[in-house]
């Protein structure tokens, strides 16, 4: 799942001495859909890598426009049947996809294995397409997301970024009500433009996406944002 394309780092704006900005096309999740819930595993160290990821200077789901607003549909849709929406990551810059291909290619750097990796060699999650040079979720419109129920996350099989092929969308052993769990997450998402992919069931890109052929590196920050 390697991609292609140009890297923005966001325009530098002539007010602040410089610092990164993202376009007017982004905004922050809990602006457009506060009820959406948010735990930004990159933000922190429970993620594959460990620790806190490059680029992640707050907790904070920030995305294009158009799919924040397209998520807050999802959220309404999901409620209807009981659940409400978790988001795990959102817009990534650059540099913190960078610092997972540094992290990959560490294969002396075990310690999240039986976690997140337990029976795929480190080795080949790129080759597998667990892992990408440039990913989608630098581009904005990408989103990484599980329901909850009653405050909880609900049982989808596997955690989320959990590389193996039990994390296929149709993966085989899946419980009957794990399969149900995955499949009103994928309608609810395809019914409002999102497009997923077939290794992981909790990744989603907005098929409109504005910047289709963009991927930006400014910081995961509320002041990157243009009033």
């Known amino acids: ?79 209807r049947r009981g659940y409400a929406l978790l988001v795990y990551d959102c817009y990534r810059p650059q540099r913190a996809v960078d610092r997972f291909l540094r992290w990959a290619d560490d294969t002396d750097d075990t310690r999240t294995k039986d976690e997140f990796y337990p029976r795929v060699r480190k080795d080949r999650l790129f080759d597998e397409g667990y892992l990408a040079e440039r990913s989608g979720h630098s581009r904005g419109s990408t989103v990484d997301l599980t329901l909850r129920r009653d405050g909880e996350p609900v049982d989808m099989g596997t955690g989320f970024d959990f590389f193996d092929p039990k994390s296929h969308p149709d993966a085989d052993g899946l419980s009957e009500d794990q399969r149900s769990a995955r499949a009103v997450l994928r309608e609810a998402m395809t019914a409002q433009g999102f497009v997923p992919v077939e290794t992981e069931w909790w990744h989603f890109t907005y098929g409109a996406e504005p910047f289709p052929d963009t991927y930006f590196d400014f910081p995961v920050e509320r002041g990157v944002l243009r009033d």
């Open 1 to 79: 799942m390697l991609l292609t394309g140009p890297v923005g780092a966001g325009a530098p704006d002539g007010g602040d001495g410089g610092r990164e900005r993202a376009p007017a096309e982004f905004t922050a999740l809990r602006d457009v859909a506060p009820s959406i819930g948010q735990d930004i595993r990159y933000a922190g160290d429970h993620n594959f890598t460990g620790e806190p990821v490059d680029g992640y200077r707050e907790a904070e789901c920030l995305l294009t426009q158009d799919a924040a607003r397209a998520l807050r549909r999802v959220q309404r849709a999901v409620r």
